[in-house]
């Protein structure tokens, strides 16, 4: 059993039920005002508290089993990088989150996940004892708050994954990694097959893929990992939390090449109907955690929840103002909406984006660098203008 007296995540998984995840927190709380974007940091848990409180009551009731603390980017070394600065602590930001998902957790059948994610000093080369420590620092304050069970997500590079989840099985808590890589592998070239079989060794019981791709291509990736996973012999849930924007055009490193990254990514959005494909798709590749990264609205993991409703055995609470598939447009006053009332209808729909001079994809910017490269040292003091200019300058000949 969780901390909580509730069924635990691996006692679900391993009945074979369908665990739902919540959503994107930054993106969604930086549309409402309460992110920057930039520095992405998750203050507005201890600033801000009735917001997110706000948001995993919505991602509850949506139908998320998972209510995952909101401590993304609540490393020391990221909260004080480029000239950010804030008036909490990492300590003082994680122990809110932590505070505000259990609250929500104990108003259902929710358990509270504490997440931990790459850092900039991983980036900046520094040695696996100091990356380590970062790690231990967050993980206190989950032991402290008696989190359910822990989330290593968004590694670009699987080696410093596995030095996330070698501290965190210090707990003995349950412990889940996402990777946010493509069908291409790790920023260092390793196969999707090889990171999970590393992931799985260094001893996450979950493994899977969030964030930096759309549901079509991580399925795809987790699909690859499991395959790999049970090539060597290992055995291992997988989870699934893609982003809810369309990215057929991205290279390696995802929507962050996109140009359109962070501020013209709405027109890319999948519609709930896309959720419904998405959901299908995962269960039926063997995924059973399923859940959303960054662009995903509570509405997407309803649509997530209504799509597996018959293998859940449940309805979530927000579908009583919902119909399936449509079905509430049968009490529209215009005819022809009402003619939309129907699941043919919506699946067969082909949305336009009303952009007539707009193309349908984009070039990636693909600078192609990584770990080691001097453009990706990161500092704490704020970046200059002498800094930016060779930038600008760059980006101009991509």
């Given at each position: 059993?969780?901390?909580?007296?509730?069924?635990?995540?691996?006692?679900?998984?391993?009945?074979?039920?369908?665990?739902?995840?919540?959503?994107?927190?930054?993106?969604?709380?930086?549309?409402?005002?309460?992110?920057?974007?930039?520095?992405?940091?998750?203050?507005?848990?201890?600033?801000?508290?009735?917001?997110?409180?706000?948001?995993?009551?919505?991602?509850?009731?949506?139908?998320?089993?998972?209510?995952?603390?909101?401590?993304?980017?609540?490393?020391?070394?990221?909260?004080?990088?480029?000239?950010?600065?804030?008036?909490?602590?990492?300590?003082?930001?994680?122990?809110?989150?932590?505070?505000?998902?259990?609250e929500?957790?104990n108003?259902?059948?929710?358990?509270v996940?504490?997440?931990?994610?790459?850092?900039?000093?991983?980036?900046?080369?520094?040695?696996?004892?100091?990356?380590?420590?970062?790690?231990?620092?967050?993980?206190?304050?989950?032991?402290?708050?008696?989190?359910?069970?822990?989330?290593?997500?968004?590694?670009e590079?699987?080696?410093?994954?596995?030095?996330?989840?070698?501290?965190?099985?210090?707990?003995?808590?349950?412990?889940?990694?996402?990777?946010?890589?493509?069908?291409?592998?790790?920023?260092?070239?390793?196969?999707?097959?090889?990171?999970?079989?590393?992931?799985?060794?260094?001893?996450a019981?979950?493994?899977?893929?969030?964030?930096?791709?759309?549901?079509?291509?991580?399925?795809?990736?987790?699909?690859?990992?499991?395959?790999?996973?049970?090539?060597?012999?290992?055995?291992?849930?997988?989870?699934?939390?893609?982003?809810?924007?369309?990215?057929?055009?991205?290279?390696?490193?995802?929507?962050?090449?996109?140009?359109?990254?962070?501020?013209?990514?709405?027109?890319?959005?999948?519609?709930?109907?896309?959720?419904?494909?998405?959901?299908?798709?995962?269960?039926?590749?063997?995924?059973?955690?399923?859940?959303?990264?960054?662009?995903?609205?509570p509405?997407?993991?309803?649509?997530?929840?209504?799509?597996?409703?018959?293998?859940?055995?449940?309805?979530?609470?927000?579908?009583?103002?919902?119909g399936?598939?449509?079905?509430?447009?049968?009490?529209?006053?215009?005819?022809?909406?009402?003619?939309?009332?129907?699941?043919d209808?919506?699946?067969?729909?082909?949305?336009?984006?009303?952009?007539?001079?707009?193309?349908?994809?984009?070039?990636?910017?693909?600078?192609?660098?990584?770990k080691?490269?001097?453009?990706?040292?990161?500092?704490?003091?704020?970046?200059?203008?002498?800094?930016?200019?060779?930038?600008?300058?760059?980006?101009?000949?991509?």
């Amino acid at each position: 059993m969780a901390p909580s007296g509730k069924k635990g995540i691996l006692e679900r998984l391993d009945a074979g039920e369908v665990v739902i995840g919540d959503g994107g927190f930054v993106f969604a709380l930086e549309k409402r005002g309460y992110v920057k974007a930039g520095p992405w940091t998750p203050e507005a848990a201890a600033d801000h508290p009735e917001a997110v409180r706000q948001l995993h009551r919505e991602f509850l009731r949506a139908g998320a089993n998972v209510m995952q603390t909101f401590t993304f980017y609540a490393s020391d070394d990221k909260l004080e990088n480029r000239g950010n600065k804030l008036g909490f602590t990492g300590a003082q930001i994680n122990e809110a989150a932590c505070d505000l998902a259990r609250e929500v957790a104990n108003e259902g059948d929710g358990l509270v996940a504490g997440g931990v994610c790459q850092t900039p000093s991983y980036l900046s080369c520094k040695s696996e004892a100091e990356v380590k420590a970062i790690f231990k620092k967050q993980l206190d304050v989950f032991v402290k708050k008696d989190v359910d069970f822990l989330i290593a997500e968004y590694y670009e590079h699987v080696e410093e994954a596995e030095w996330a989840v070698q501290v965190l099985k210090e707990t003995g808590k349950p412990v889940a990694a996402s990777l946010c890589i493509g069908p291409d592998g790790d920023m260092h070239g390793v196969s999707p097959g090889d990171c999970a079989v590393r992931l799985v060794k260094a001893g996450a019981q979950i493994v899977g893929i969030n964030c930096h791709f759309d549901p079509i291509t991580c399925v795809k990736v987790v699909k690859m990992m499991k395959e790999g996973v049970e090539k060597a012999g290992l055995k291992a849930h997988y989870m699934c939390q893609p982003l809810a924007f369309h990215t057929p055009d991205c290279s390696c490193q995802g929507f962050i090449d996109l140009p359109e990254f962070p501020f013209g990514l709405e027109p890319r959005i999948l519609t709930r109907w896309d959720m419904h494909k998405y959901a299908r798709e995962a269960y039926d590749v063997g995924i059973r955690f399923i859940g959303g990264c960054c662009g995903f609205e509570p509405y997407h993991i309803r649509a997530v929840a209504e799509e597996l409703a018959t293998e859940r055995g449940i309805l979530p609470a927000a579908s009583e103002k919902h119909g399936m598939w449509g079905a509430g447009l049968e009490m529209h006053t215009k005819p022809w909406v009402r003619a939309r009332a129907r699941r043919d209808y919506w699946e067969g729909l082909k949305p336009a984006s009303g952009r007539p001079q707009c193309p349908s994809m984009s070039t990636p910017d693909s600078w192609g660098v990584t770990k080691g490269h001097a453009d990706l040292m990161q500092q704490k003091e704020a970046t200059t203008q002498e800094q930016l200019k060779p930038l600008f300058e760059k980006a101009k000949s991509h």
